[in-house]
């Protein structure tokens, strides 16, 4: 059902409540607040907007994991306004993600992948294992399976620090935080570290 939905929300700029099956457990708690820009093959590509209606994220989220779609609620139409306003007074993406994700929203997720591994770019992402975000720097990569380096990223934040930095299966991933504010910080943290 969702799958046949889809296309009538891509690029029309409606603000969504887009929930998760991985992460909500099926009980429909939580969801991401987003705008829906392209299909990238098994996945969406989510411009995701934060609690005062700017500019979050860009997300690829995994359609299949996708339990229900929701749009003109009254939640969905607040942010609406907020984004609108933000944007009549130039302020919905400070960190210019807008920009950066243009250089590459023409690419497959495998190039994209290539091209954060070649410029140590960070992401974030959620697996159907754990259900934990993992993030950092990508430094390794195949067809198959992703490395993150989480090990820099948890001795940074003071968390407890795991042996190795996990394998990731690709198709066990459900969201990838592609571009956003929180991994502009830290990757421009890195560089300057």
Same mark, same amino acid.
Request: proline share 1%; with cysteine; glycine share 2%.
């Given at each position: ?12 700029? $409606?603000? +969504? ?15 991401? +607040? ?15 907007? $934060?609690?005062? #209606? ?5 997300? +690829? ?6 339990? !229900?779609?929701?749009?003109? /609620? ?12 933000? !944007?009549?007074?130039?302020?919905? $993406?400070?960190?210019?993600?807008? @920009? ?14 290539? /091209?954060?591994?070649?410029?140590? !770019? ?13 993030? #950092? ?13 989480? @090990?820099?990223?948890?001795? /940074? ?6 042996? !190795?930095?996990? +394998? ?15 991994? @502009? ?9």
């Amino acid at each position: 059902m969702i799958d046949r939905n889809i296309k009538k929300y891509i690029d029309n700029n $409606d603000v +969504l409540e887009i929930y998760s099956k991985s992460r909500d457990n099926f009980e429909f708690e939580d969801f991401i +607040l987003g705008i829906i820009v392209a299909e990238k093959g098994d996945y969406l590509l989510v411009e995701t907007i $934060d609690d005062s #209606g700017l500019l979050d994220s860009y997300t +690829l989220l995994l359609k299949s994991d996708i339990s !229900k779609i929701s749009s003109d /609620t009254n939640y969905t139409n607040v942010f609406t306004h907020y984004v609108n306003s933000n !944007k009549k007074n130039n302020i919905y $993406d400070p960190f210019e993600l807008r @920009k950066e994700m243009d250089s590459i929203i023409d690419k497959n997720l495998d190039d994209i992948i290539q /091209t954060f591994l070649s410029n140590r !770019k960070v992401i974030s992402l959620c697996t159907i294992v754990d259900e934990e975000f993992h993030k #950092g720097n990508i430094i390794a990569y195949d067809n198959n399976h992703i490395v993150l380096d989480e @090990k820099r990223y948890q001795q /940074t934040f003071g968390s407890e620090v795991q042996d !190795k930095n996990n +394998l990731i299966k690709l198709d066990t991933i459900t969201a990838f935080d592609l571009v956003s504010k929180e991994n @502009k910080l830290y990757e421009e943290y890195l560089n300057n570290h």
